[in-house]
């Protein structure tokens, strides 16, 4: 039962950085956009940032709407990217620590 466990835990963990460099990536794109350096009408750029929108929208959404931008700058990628790092780090290892101890390793 400890291995389908490590397994979970690694596969979480794993899914979560790639949400979390999803986000930072998504958010370096969008000031790149917005500061005209790069532009959507180049096509691997828009497939690129749709493809990021559709990953990081559904969870961005929710806080941007509790959290009103700060000076016009949207600080909801910050607040995500420390909850996936408190999951991460926190919540992730303690979860995977009680499940080994509750089936005695």
């Known amino acids: 039962m400890a291995p389908i466990i490590h397994f979970v835990y690694f596969i979480v963990s794993a899914l979560l950085s790639l949400l ?24 691997a750029v828009y497939s690129i ?20 931008p700060l000076g016009g700058v949207d600080i909801s990628p910050i607040i995500v990217l420390l909850i996936i790092s408190g999951v991460q780090n926190i919540l992730l290892p303690a979860l ?3 499940l080994l101890s509750l089936v005695g390793y």
């Open 96 to 98: 995977r620590n009680s």
């Open 49 to 68: 940032s749709t493809f990021l929108d559709r990953v990081t929208d559904p969870i961005l959404r929710p806080f941007r709407r509790m959290i009103p």
């Open 20 to 43: 979390w460099w999803a986000i930072v990536i998504s958010a370096v794109l969008s000031w790149l956009v917005a500061f005209d350096i790069i532009n959507l009408r180049n096509r």
